[in-house]
């Protein structure tokens, strides 16, 4: 398809266990993002790639929290020692060039519940 | 921002009718704004962007209002349909950030 896929769709986890989430963004797209949404709120940023390097992790909440985009395309989202706050949908965004003042195409997100 | 958790604010309007979804913002260095459309169970869906250099801006059946003085933006949807009940947010990043900073949304529910 030409939008952006993510991989499961749905993933539960006991605490404890670690987890990872795939990205597929947009043929081409330079830039990707990874954001956390919890129920019933806005998403937050997580991170952001521009090609395979990682320019900004700021939003990551933990050291448990890893991110990775090798090759320049696709991405994972890891997740160490999940734990029940880490509980939420986790979203990717890809963008043709750079993250300012451009439109970011959103991917189904993955429904991560940590039991 | 502040957290409304699960208690999004609602609006329900009746089929036909206009809508308006209002959005505050806090970073007066924001100059970009983007409304997504997020239907349960699917990913954020832009609908309209608007820059700080104008105040308003129309797409198809939607208005975009931005009022810089007092940090305000505001979505319009005319002639609201069932298929536009959804979640709506506004984003807003600046020139020197990376990232976009959501509102937490606005649930819309259209009364057939």
């Known amino acids: 398809g030409a939008g952006v896929s993510q991989s499961p769709r749905y993933k539960v986890a006991k605490r404890g266990q670690d987890v990872a989430l795939r990205c597929d963004p947009i043929?081409?797209?330079?830039?990707l993002f990874w954001y956390q949404q919890a129920l019933g709120q806005g998403p937050e940023f997580l991170t952001y790639?521009?090609?395979?390097?990682?320019?900004?992790k700021s939003g990551l909440p933990s050291d448990r929290f890893f991110a990775e985009r090798p090759e320049g395309s696709v991405s994972t989202l890891k997740i160490q020692r999940t734990q029940q706050e880490d509980s939420a949908v986790y979203l990717c965004?890809?963008?043709?060039?750079?993250?300012?003042?451009?439109?970011?195409?959103f991917g189904p997100g993955t429904r991560l519940t940590v039991t | 921002g502040e957290s409304v958790g699960l208690h999004l604010p609602t609006l329900s309007v009746q089929e036909g009718d206009n809508s308006i979804i209002n959005c505050a913002y806090s970073?007066?260095?924001?100059?970009?704004f983007i409304w997504y459309k997020q239907e349960s169970g699917k990913g954020p869906q832009f609908i309209i962007d608007?820059?700080?250099?104008?105040d308003k801006r129309q797409g198809q059946r939607v208005t975009v209002l931005l009022n810089k003085t007092v940090k305000h933006l505001s979505l319009q949807i005319a002639a609201t349909q069932p298929g536009d009940s959804a979640v709506y947010f506004c984003?807003?990043?600046?020139?020197?950030?990376?990232?976009?900073?959501f509102g937490t949304g606005t649930s819309l529910t259209v009364i057939p």
């Open positions: 608007i820059r700080s250099n104008m």
């Open positions: 790639f521009q090609n395979e390097a990682q320019l900004d």
């Open positions: 970073n007066s260095a924001s100059d970009y």
């Open positions: 043929s081409g797209h330079v830039s």
């Open positions: 984003a807003e990043n600046s020139l020197t950030g990376n990232q976009f900073y």
């Open positions: 965004a890809s963008s043709l060039n750079g993250p300012l003042r451009v439109e970011q195409y």
